[in-house]
T-cell receptor, first 112, second 114 residues
Framework: QKEVEQNSGPLSVPEGAIASLNCTYS??????FFWYRQYSGKSPELIMS????GDKEDGRFTAQLNKASQYVSLLIRDSQPSDSATYLC????????????FGRGTSLIVHP | GAGVSQSPSNKVTEKGKDVELRCDPI?????LYWYRQSLGQGLEFLIY????????KSGLPSDRFSAERTGGSVSTLTIQRTQQEDSAVYLC????????????FGPGTRLTVL
């Protein structure tokens, strides 16, 4: 069974710092990964996707994928209080299953 | 409307009553998912629709839960004889297909069973 593990946190960082969020997964055949941001009381919002080893940058966000070690991370540079949210890692449908597996999420707190 | 819409946004019901939750996916999206999220918990998969194929109901917690999707678009999740443990936020998401393109979530329906 596919598993996606995240540290629940909370991860607390000062404003302007780099926040590093990590996710490990068990399914070696997984080919693509997603990060969602969920503000308190709101629904998840897709913010990043990554399909190949290495880094993918989008503004202040960088997703990093290492398939050999089976982990994916999300770096947030110049963290802002508005980045405070829960970040969910997801491994989408693969291997015949159409059901994405979501991690339980890491709570990030960016304090001024 | 550009996004996924859900109605009602909030529903309070009495134990034992039936409820219907509605989801209107993004136009053209063939995949539709229902999830449940209890307070402070992760996303619990409930059911998946893809085009005209038979739905994957493997996540439905009991036979009190059912869902349908009419015309490959709007979906309704029905909970019969609601129980207090059914209280949660019910989230609908759609995707262009079941491939690696990510899902777009609706705002959710907060269900409270008294």
């Amino acid at each position: 069974q596919k598993e996606v593990e995240q540290n629940s946190g909370p991860l607390s960082v000062p404003e302007g710092a780099i926040a590093s969020l990590n996710c490990t997964y068990s399914d070696r055949v997984s080919q693509s990964f997603f990060w969602y941001r969920q503000y308190s009381g709101k629904s998840p919002e897709l913010i990043m996707s990554i399909y190949s080893n290495g880094d993918k940058e989008d503004g202040r966000f960088t997703a990093q994928l290492n398939k050999a070690s089976q982990y994916v991370s999300l770096l947030i540079r110049d963290s802002q209080p508005s980045d405070s949210a829960t970040y969910l890692c997801a491994v989408p449908a693969s291997g015949g299953s159409y059901i994405p597996t979501f991690g339980r999420g890491t709570s990030l707190i960016v304090h001024p | 409307g550009a996004g996924v819409s859900q109605s009602p946004s909030n529903k309070v019901t009495e134990k034992g009553k039936d409820v219907e939750l509605r989801c209107d996916p993004i136009s053209g999206h063939t995949a539709l998912y229902w999830y449940r999220q209890s307070l402070g918990q992760g996303l619990e998969f409930l059911i998946y629709f893809q085009g005209n194929s038979a739905p994957d109901k493997s996540g439905l917690p009991s036979d009190r839960f059912s869902a349908e999707r009419t015309g490959g678009s709007v979906s309704t999740l029905t909970i019969q004889r609601t129980q207090q443990e059914d209280s949660a936020v019910y989230l609908c998401a759609s995707s262009p297909n079941s491939g690696p393109l990510g899902e777009f979530f609706g705002p959710g329906t907060r269900l409270t069973v008294l």
